[in-house]
């Protein structure tokens, strides 16, 4: 009888389980990076009906094993005519936020969060270290305009999903000119197994070159590799991305540059979505 070694994985899980969870900060393996990330029980519906989305940070794509993401102030949902739409039942647990989206319209639905803060740090006067985060409204209320050794910068975070209900459109996916965003060149509800599709990323609304991106298939928790893919935006702002196995995918971009908003010197715009690929 041939006796299999069992995989690298099972083996550190159960070396955690004998030596605890210390091991863990100590293994690569599993020491992936939470990512953040919106997930709809469905991304393409025959007709019009209700859809639940999950919203969670998270060290496993795409499993509930950290922490809610927090939704209530920065969800935005744009309908297949440009309007925007509620969100109901939204519940926050343990480890996930879950809302149900009604689609009431035919067409292509873009779900996003949105976040548009200032971080700053700076010294009190009895030399105590401070940090603060905000919005620029709030900044000069609660950060002393004496305050020494001010440093303050910008964060802008987009995560986005896609979900079309009958015959897809494109009003909602229409770029708002704000941070880093995605615009589809192929259609994000439209993407197949073995098949190229393209991308292209706007930064304020133009064309962003140059930007790095990374596209991570989802069910990380039973591999031992990310097996993600990495490719860099032309001049146009386009990638082309072609997908190896049906499943949902998670795709990030980020970028820095010194085009912040006034109190801040330096700005950090990242962009995320969850997308479905289906088989061929």
């Known amino acids: 009888m041939t006796t299999r070694t069992p995989p690298r994985a099972a083996l550190v899980r159960a070396a955690v389980v004998r030596t605890g969870w210390a091991l863990v900060a100590a293994v690569p393996l599993v020491a992936h990076a939470h990512k953040p990330f919106l997930v709809p029980s469905e991304t393409v519906l025959s007709a019009r009906g209700w859809i639940t989305v999950d919203a969670a940070v998270s060290n496993d794509l795409f499993y509930f094993n950290h922490q809610p993401l927090r939704i209530e102030n920065n969800l935005r949902i744009i309908g297949p005519d440009g309007g925007a739409v509620e969100a109901a039942n939204l519940n926050t647990g343990k480890f996930r936020t879950t809302f149900d989206v009604n689609l009431t319209a035919s067409g292509t639905y873009k779900l996003a969060m949105v976040n548009n803060s200032l971080q700053a740090t700076y010294e009190a006067d009895n030399g105590e270290r401070k940090r603060w985060r905000g919005t ?12 020494q050794n001010l440093q303050v910068s910008q964060t802008q975070t987009r995560i986005e999903t896609f979900v079309t209900s009958g015959k897809p459109n494109d009003t909602a996916l229409k770029a708002t000119g704000t941070g880093l965003e995605l615009v589809p060149v192929t259609h994000p509800n439209d993407l197949v197994a073995g098949e190229p599709a393209t991308f292209r990323f706007v930064l304020d609304g133009k064309p962003a070159a140059g930007i790095k991106v990374m596209v991570v298939p989802g069910g990380t928790r039973y591999r031992n590799k990310q097996s993600e893919q990495h490719v ?4 146009d702002g386009q990638v082309s991305l072609t997908w190896s196995d049906p499943g949902m995918y998670w795709l990030e971009a980020r970028v820095e540059d010194d085009k912040a908003m006034k109190p801040a010197k330096t700005r950090r715009a990242s962009y995320i979505a969850t997308l479905e690929v289906l088989p061929p």
């Open 232 to 235: 860099v935006s032309g001049n």
């Open 136 to 147: 620029a409204a709030t900044f000069a209320g609660e950060v002393p305009a004496n305050a």
